[in-house]
């Protein structure tokens, strides 16, 4: 089980189409200093883009920064598919959402 805190956004109820478009422009801002173009679906996994863990570093801190998330250290290596990210990230923002009204 992933122990993620949510930091409370100010901002519009994103859909789970939002979300997973924010989620593949943070993997593309850290994969595109490779200079390689990616074809990603919520299938891809982690591993299959040979993530190493300077990337996975960045790619949670990008994360946290783009959603108002804080994902814990510990917690990083479960995120293994995009769409793994996308479902964590949309139940949080969801969460929030409706603790807010």
Do not use: C, H, W
Not at 8 to 15: D, E, F, I, S, Y
Not at 46 to 69: H, K, P, R, Y
Not at 90 to 100: F, T
């Amino acid at each position: 089980m992933l122990n993620i805190t949510l930091i409370p956004r100010q901002g519009k109820k994103m859909n789970r189409d939002e979300i997973r478009d924010s989620v593949l422009k943070v993997l593309g801002r850290v994969f595109s200093s490779g200079g390689k173009e990616l074809n990603l679906t919520e299938s891809t996994t982690l591993a299959e883009l040979n993530v190493n863990s300077t990337q996975m570093i960045n790619i949670v801190l990008d994360l946290e920064d783009e959603f108002g998330v804080n994902i814990g250290d510990s917690d990083a290596p479960n995120l293994y598919t995009v769409g793994e990210i996308v479902t964590v990230i949309d139940s949080l923002l969801n969460a929030s959402n409706k603790s807010a009204y």
